[in-house]
């Protein structure tokens, strides 16, 4: 019989996994967020506070996450259109009422 002595003994190093699947798939939190909130904010409504989180996300994704620039660009698209009718429709009802104005202390 024989004794193998500790520093001879062979070592087993762990091999990275063969699948692939932690170098394929981009992490990208900052372009996925700014397209979901571009997306939910037309969808459901959302109107000022939403878009301006999306495009600030967006922005930071271009910079941070080249890897998903379709998705940053797309969600920076999607929040500003939202984002400019919204301060499109405020301007044209602050503009109403201030036309109106004169007329609402006449009864």
């Known amino acids: 019989m024989s004794t193998i002595a500790p520093d001879q ?34 969808l459901a409504g959302w109107t000022f506070l939403a878009p301006l989180a999306g495009l600030i996300t967006g922005i930071l994704a271009l910079g941070r996450e080249p890897q998903a620039r379709t998705m940053a660009l797309w969600g920076i698209v999607l929040n500003a259109v939202m984002l400019a009718g919204a301060v499109i429709v405020v301007l044209v009802a602050l503009g109403f009422g201030l036309a109106l104005l004169p007329f609402a202390f006449i009864f």
């Open 9 to 42: 003994a062979p070592v087993s190093t762990p091999q990275p996994d063969s699948s692939g699947a932690e170098s394929t798939t981009p992490n990208s939190p900052l372009a996925v967020s700014s397209l979901v909130l571009g997306l939910v904010s037309i």
